[in-house]
T-cell receptor, first 111, second 114 residues
């Protein structure tokens, strides 16, 4: 079946790195995404990775993909208070032209 | 650009009442989606429309109907609202195709069914 799983909460100290993990079941994934949702707002695309890549870096963000284990992670370096949000992992089921989301990980920052 | 516009932003219904959530996008996107967001369950796909004239069920379609009125508009209807439909509803759109699919989201509708 179609499933994307994430842990619900993560708390990190300001300035540390945050690592948010995600697992998925689709064996034919083409694109995997990370979306960010700030309070009271809709989701915004943060970054994505194509399935033939192992890693993608974009400023403070690093996405790692282990296709064999169907595991995706998002690392945020030097975490700031503005990074407080819910982060959603998502998988494109290109055969059906739809995107399936995980439950979201709420990232909170400690001073 | 307005992007994806949803109305209303808030709504309170009594059990058994009906209502329609409206969504419109001005990006000439082919695909449109309705999701519901519940605590601890992330976003679950209710219905989607891969292109004008087509609609398909998502993960949780029961109790809902949709209409793809034209390329711009995709509405979600609750015929007889139930408390289990209390949720935040998001409309989204995307260009479509086998390439990168970036979803653009509306700001959400908070619906309470009493």
């Amino acid at each position: 079946g179609e499933d994307v799983e994430q842990s619900l909460f993560l708390s990190v100290r300001e300035g540390d790195s945050s690592v948010i993990n995600c697992t998925y079941t689709d064996s034919s994934s083409t694109y995997l995404y990370w979306y960010k949702q700030e309070p009271g707002a809709g989701l915004q695309l943060l970054t994505y990775i194509f399935s033939n890549m192992d890693m993608k870096q974009d400023q403070r963000l690093t996405v790692l993909l282990n296709k064999k284990d169907k595991h995706l992670s998002l690392r945020i370096a030097d975490t700031q208070t503005g990074d407080s949000a819910i982060y959603f992992c998502a998988d494109l089921y290109s055969s059906a032209s739809k995107i399936i989301f995980g439950s979201g990980t709420r990232l909170s920052i400690r001073p | 650009n307005a992007g994806v516009t949803q109305t209303p932003k808030f709504q309170v219904l009594k059990t058994g009442q009906s209502m329609t959530l409206q969504c419109a996008q001005d990006m000439n996107h082919n695909s449109m989606y309705w999701y519901r967001q519940d605590p601890g369950m992330g976003l679950r796909l209710i219905y989607y429309s891969a292109s004008e004239g087509t609609t398909d069920k998502g993960e949780v379609p029961n109790g809902y109907n949709v209409s793809r009125l034209n390329k711009r508009e995709f509405s979600l209807r609750l015929e007889s609202a139930a408390p289990s439909q209390t949720s935040v509803y998001f409309c989204a759109s995307s260009r479509t195709g086998r390439e990168l699919e970036k979803l653009f989201f509306g700001s959400g509708t908070q619906l309470s069914v009493l």
